[in-house]
């Protein structure tokens, strides 16, 4: 283990915290490291609160932002070595994976990342990977999803942890704001990188952050930041019970359900009130690993509606659901599956949008 450092009590709590909900003596973890200050505080408190031999860094250079993409992944290799951790580096060109995929820069970066991330974890021997998103990135992301007029779903943010293949992603610095990271940084005399793209007020998420949220802290209420997180917090125990009810629902009325289609009764599910079955729905489009970004409210309450009103509904992604007889056949013929894109990394939850990919 390393030496102690000096360290600021919220920062130092919340990874302490998190290490003992793992509570397993021998887990390897490895920590997502950007070089962005986020990142650089998260891996120096698991650096610190970890025995030696049991933290592995990861840096995936996207380049994206050509010479400075590259002088980020040194800039890390050489923490790595100063701080005798070892570093498992690797570059992508997530450009060219954008247009092949057919998706935006963001959503090919979010994709890359986690593929490798997952590879890196099975190479090093890990079973947890832990990642920097704060008190402030999830600030943003649920006031983007409000503003985008998300549901139940998207109002619990970023999840505190979720599955990645055989490995679970932990995110112990969600309680943690910006201000409180630069406070633990100044403290160690530890510099970190910044990435020039989070200050420019072209994506949505950058102005939230540069406008809006100062606003909402200036003007109406210092702890915004807070305010939305304990929201994302309150509303994922509201939907952990909604999801579980939406199974069990499933478990009752599926009748046969295969790569392509899935077989429902739908008198099972008359009485089913209508935000279950929504969230029932949801549930069938992750099993089937059917394409979610264009259905909004409204695809999944008109969807909730051919239970009860019967007839045909053509859906994105082209999903068809048709009620039959005393059956409601929800299905994707194999000529809409065509697509170049990778499979989704695992879902985040119905209207999730990733943290931005810059360094944090």
Known sequence: MSPPLSQPEPL????????????RPSERWLAAVSGGADSVALLAALREQLPA???????????LRGPESDADAAWVAELCT??????????????SLSAAWGVGFEEAARRARYEFLEQAARQAGCTVIALAHTASDQAETVLHHLLRGTGLAGLRGIPEQRPLGPTILVRPLLEVTREEIAAYLDSLGQDYRTDRSNQERVATRNRL?????????????????RALTRLARQVTEVQAVVVQMAGELFAIACESSDAAACVLAWQKLAQAP????????VLIWQQHDWPRQAMGFDHWNRL??????????DL????????????????????????????HPGPEGSGYLPAGGGNR
């Open 12 to 23: 130092s709590r919340a990874v302490a915290q998190a290490l003992r909900h793992r509570a």
């Open 53 to 63: 031999g049991r933290l592995t860094a990861a840096h995936l250079n996207h380049n």
């Open 82 to 95: 100063k701080w005798g951790l070892p570093l498992i580096a690797e570059s992508r060109p997530v450009a």
């Open 209 to 225: 952050r540069l406008d809006l949220l100062p606003q909402l802290r200036a003007e109406y209420n210092p702890q915004i930041d």
């Open 274 to 281: 209508q935000h279950v079955l929504r969230e029932m729905f």
């Open 304 to 313: 909730a509606e051919v239970v009860h009103r019967g007839g045909r509904l």
């Open 316 to 343: 994105p992604g082209g999903v068809v659901a048709r009620r039959v007889g005393r059956t409601l056949v929800v299905e994707r013929p194999a000529s809409a599956s065509l697509s170049g894109a990778p499979p």
